[in-house]
């Protein structure tokens, strides 16, 4: 069965220092997106992506974080310059297309900054 | 979208029917219900989607009241696997990027 992808599983950096992370969403889909979950917490939602641009942004999602997808396959998440509140859980997640489908989440990058 | 409440925290004993409530009194006309999980910190999974008939898959059952003002999901033989935070979202099928707005759902417990 296809899945989303993410790398890597773990990451820890500095606080300042830039992260991207990676993800490999499921081959056949149009829309994509990341969200986060700080731990204990809610999952939030950070972006939406379709045709080779940003369709929504949340607040959370301010000039520190880009996405982009370089090729056909990857889709990214960078944060410039890291801060000890970007730490959680990033999942990416992706859909098909049309209104009604599912989106299918990866398992997730644990990003650590210290 | 609409919002939802759904019971903190609920228990299930194992082979039995666990039956997940989640009111959404203000849901507007062309609003779906979606149901998502969230087994330990993984990436949340879909389970089932509604607009007002009932809905059965592999996973589960979604039973929509004839209001629409409430729906509940029902996995019909609990397993220790189906522990997990169980979320109920409300939301249009059209417009902007389809975001999913997660409430703190329900924390199923499957026991023996």
């Known amino acids: 069965e296809p899945e989303v992808t993410q790398t890597p599983s773990h990451q820890v950096t500095q606080m300042g220092q830039e992260v991207i992370l990676r993800c490999v969403p499921i081959?056949?889909?149009?829309?994509f997106y990341w969200y986060r979950q700080i731990l204990g917490q809610k999952v939030e939602f950070l972006v939406s992506?379709?045709?080779?641009?940003?369709?929504?942004k949340s607040e959370i999602f301010d000039d520190q974080f880009s996405v982009e997808r370089p090729d056909g396959s990857n889709f990214t998440l960078k944060i410039r310059s890291t801060k000890l509140e970007d730490s959680a859980m990033y999942f990416c997640?992706?859909?098909?297309?049309?209104?009604?489908?599912?989106?299918?989440f990866g398992p997730g990058t644990r990003l650590t900054v210290l | 979208d609409a919002k939802t409440t759904q019971p903190p925290s609920m228990d299930c004993a194992e082979g039995r029917a666990a039956n997940l409530p989640c009111n959404h009194s203000?849901?507007?006309?062309?609003?779906?219900v979606y149901w998502y999980r969230q087994i330990h910190s993984q990436g949340p999974q879909y389970i089932i989607h509604?607009?007002?008939n009932n809905e059965t898959n592999e996973m589960a059952s979604l039973i929509i009241t004839e209001d629409r003002k409430s729906s509940t999901l029902i996995l019909p033989h609990a397993t220790l696997r189906d522990t997990a935070v169980y979320y109920c979202?409300?939301?249009?099928?059209?417009?902007?990027?389809?975001?999913?707005?997660f409430g703190t759902g329900t924390q199923l417990k499957v026991e023996l």
């Open positions: 997640a992706s859909r098909f297309r049309g209104d009604y489908n599912e989106q299918f």
């Open positions: 081959s056949n889909h149009l829309y």
């Open positions: 203000t849901i507007s006309g062309n609003e779906y």
């Open positions: 509604g607009l007002k």
């Open positions: 992506f379709y045709n080779n641009e940003i369709s929504e």
């Open positions: 979202i409300v939301r249009v099928a059209t417009g902007g990027g389809n975001k999913l707005t």
